[in-house]
């Protein structure tokens, strides 16, 4: 992890919501993984910060990575960008997801957030052959799929958080991974538990995740803000997360 | 450069610059390497620090304000018997002294903390951190309790009992006065609908505090320096608290927003004292001259078999 500067060299509305920024990163940046993110702020040209408001850094998470050096992060389109300007990155945070080696099926779930922290995925799976279900439940129901790849199944859940075909796509996923918006994620996590505890009786250990999106102030491990209780002992997302094995992290 | 930020004593406390982070900013040990050149720093505050260990809070700890942030973390730490056990070899290895923030409840548990201290060499001093709403009693049982410690001692003091507690504190034994911990705040969460207590940062604390320290800078006895902490976000506000009266700032979040100010402060303050202490003109050093820069405006050299009148 380093601090490093970047720009914005490409902005395309995706849709009625969303925009996508190109950016150009440092190269440390352009390899990131599934899971990983960057902490930006704008800054001038002399490389001073801006303005003060948003205070602290934002939780940018890539979708997707281009040749030479450029990253892909979605916005939304209410906020206003330009071509050319400066940002000063942080990352890359945290670890990537770690999947089965055998992955076949995968079952992605965003809960009240735009799923773009599980937008990665996307083309490393795809060209494996790996089949995605995309669940939206809650606010991330508004989240428009148009721009995602066709192979990728998107699914809108019911408001009591259920959705057709959820023992079937349940059943079928070897892996799932749950992103929770941020401030009830935890008791979301705890529901879906409840859900698959009616289909297996245990969960085993690397199948569910639930990956964990809340502010960062520092991004380096220091602040304690992200801290969670895991398997006993203290874990934080910008250090060990986003993604955590629900059989070992403490929901209450 | 050496600049004494203790009261002169038996123990003091000598920092090459009067810049340091603020506790709760920058974790227990060496977090920012990557980020940061402690060199730079004049020392490190570590996190809180309790007796036992305390886990995170539960529910929001941070909520985005206007130009600033509301942190409510619960001071999530291992206690200090495993603090000292997992950083005692990092903080060997700092090139700037360690404070330690202890938070501490109860003189029992100052006389269970300073056990375990005295002998740690790596910790250079101890800042006692006084909760909010504590009593003046309490507040100087504490520090008569914490100053028996054979390291130098520095208070943090409450934002809304700084006024009253900062004479008795300076009186009870302590070697400096930290002036303040951040004030506390309520807000709502966006995410939840809830209001959340916490800690308040940003560039709109600098002014609030700034008026506290040249206050009690003027009340309290001359010889207990003053340590000023609140809304730094710029090398010229640091030199504001500097111009205050105070010895040393401490940098709270703006650390977390960019972390580079933090050296840039320290590397603006350390030249700047300096300087001001030769008589330099004001213009003749800045924090972001290169060396290149820093030749170019020496004058030049006499050539040789050049004259002077």
Known sequence: MKETQAYIERIKRVNRGYQRLELAVDKSLASMLAGQAMLVRAIDKDYDVEHWDPYLRELWFPVETLASNIVVVERPARRHYTPGQLLSIIGPIGKAFRFRQKLRNILLIAHNTTPSALLLTLPPLLAKGVGITLVLTGSARRYETNHLPEEVEVIQAEDDLTWSDMVMTLGWADQVFVLGGPGNELTYFGDIMGLMRERHHDIPANYLFGVIKRDLPCGVGACGACSLNVGGGQKRQCIDGPAFDLTELRLN | ?309
Request: proline share 8%; net charge negative; charged share 25%.
């Open chain 2, 1 to 309: 450069m050496a600049i004494e930020i203790t009261r002169p004593g038996k123990y003091s406390l000598i920092l090459s610059t009067p810049v340091m982070p603020a506790a709760g900013t920058v974790g227990f040990g060496d977090d920012y390497r990557a980020l940061l050149d402690y060199d730079k720093l004049g020392a490190l505050v570590t996190n809180p620090v309790t007796i036992d260990p305390w886990r995170p809070a539960s529910g929001t700890r941070i909520i985005a304000l206007d130009a600033g942030v509301l942190a409510h973390t619960g001071l999530p730490n291992p206690g200090l018997a495993n603090v000292i056990s997992q950083y005692r070899r990092v903080w060997a290895n700092m090139p700037i002294p360690v404070i330690l923030h202890l938070v501490a409840t109860s003189v029992s548990q100052i006389k269970r903390a300073l056990d375990m201290i005295d002998d740690v060499d790596e910790i250079a001093a101890v800042e006692l951190g006084l909760r909010d709403d504590i009593s003046e009693r309490e507040a100087v049982a504490l520090v008569e309790a914490a100053s028996r410690m054979e390291k130098p001692l520095l208070a943090r003091l409450p934002f809304y009992e700084a006024s009253q507690l900062a004479l008795p504190i300076a009186e009870a034994g302590v070697d400096a006065l930290v002036l303040t911990a951040a004030p506390r705040g309520t807000a709502r969460d966006e995410h939840t609908g809830r209001l959340v207590s916490g800690r308040v940062y940003g560039p709109l604390i600098k002014p609030i505090i700034l008026r506290l320290v040249g206050r009690l800078r003027r009340e309290i006895p001359a010889d207990i320096p003053v340590i000023a902490a609140g809304g730094i976000h710029s090398p010229q506000d640091a030199r504001d608290y500097i111009d205050a009266g105070a010895i040393a700032v401490q940098v709270d979040t703006a650390t977390w927003a960019q972390p580079k100010m933090l050296e840039r402060i320290a590397r603006d303050l350390g030249g700047w004292i300096a300087t001001r202490q030769k008589d330099a003109l004001s213009d003749e050093w800045n924090p972001d001259m290169g060396h290149t820069e820093a030749i170019e405006r020496r004058p030049d050299p006499p050539s040789p078999g050049s004259k002077t009148k």
